[in-house]
């Protein structure tokens, strides 16, 4: 059965902070791991790594894939309180369908 | 205008009713899913469809059903509602053969069953 479990739950921090957010998975045929922002809204997409090692970056965002250890990490620096989120993290599996975590609620402090 | 819509955005609804949920998209794409999000619990797969004459369960089908009209159309059916029914609905979508997995998701349907 295809698991994606993520770390923490929920973390409060203050603006300028950096914050590192957690997923690891076990999916059957892994092709790639997401990770998704959702707001008061529908999730939007934030990246996709398919290979150990390579940092995908978006502004003050980064990813990192480990495909040995099944982990993945999201990085966010200089935090702002327009990232206050849940960030998802998701990996298709069998049928290449996603199965998503649970999701860490990120909330940042002025 | 947006490439996924979900109709009702908002819909409060008495324990034993039929519901349906329809889902609407302009992309082209073949694939498209409905979850539904609870707090604590992520999103949650309910059915999927892959193209017009395929449809899939997801890991929480009991209770729901689902028709894929055509290919930008696909509804999800509560065929007698109950309360813990009660939760955010997803409908998404996907491109066959897009290598990055992607989905993009329509805005949500908030569906409260009293």
């Known amino acids: 059965e295809d698991k994606v479990v993520q770390s923490p739950l929920s973390l409060v921090v203050h603006e300028g902070d950096t914050v590192t957010l957690n997923c690891s998975y076990e999916?059957?045929?892994?092709?790639?791991l997401l990770w998704y922002k959702q707001e008061k809204k529908a999730p939007t997409f934030l990246f996709m790594l398919t290979s150990s090692g390579i940092e995908k970056k978006s502004g003050r965002l980064s990813s990192i894939l480990d495909k040995k250890e099944l982990f993945s990490i999201l990085n966010i620096t200089a935090t702002q309180t327009g990232d206050s989120a849940v960030y998802l993290c998701a990996g298709p599996g069998s049928a290449r369908q996603l199965t998503f975590g649970s999701g860490t609620q990120l909330t940042v402090l002025p | 205008d947006a490439d996924v819509t979900q109709t009702p955005r908002n819909r409060i609804t008495k324990t034993g009713k039929r519901i349906m949920l329809e889902c609407s998209q302009t992309k082209g794409h073949d694939r498209m899913y409905w979850y539904r999000q609870d707090p604590g619990l992520g999103l949650r797969l309910i059915y999927y469809s892959f193209d017009v004459k395929d449809i899939n369960k997801g890991e929480i089908s009991d209770g729901y059903s689902v028709s894929r009209q055509a290919q930008a159309k696909f509804s999800l059916s509560l065929e007698s509602a109950i309360p813990n029914q009660t939760a955010l609905y997803f409908c998404?979508?996907?491109?066959?053969?897009?290598?990055?997995?992607?989905?993009?998701f329509g805005p949500g349907t908030r569906l409260t069953v009293l």
């Open positions: 999916v059957t045929n892994f092709r790639s």
């Open positions: 998404a979508t996907s491109d066959w053969g897009n290598p990055t997995d992607t989905q993009y």
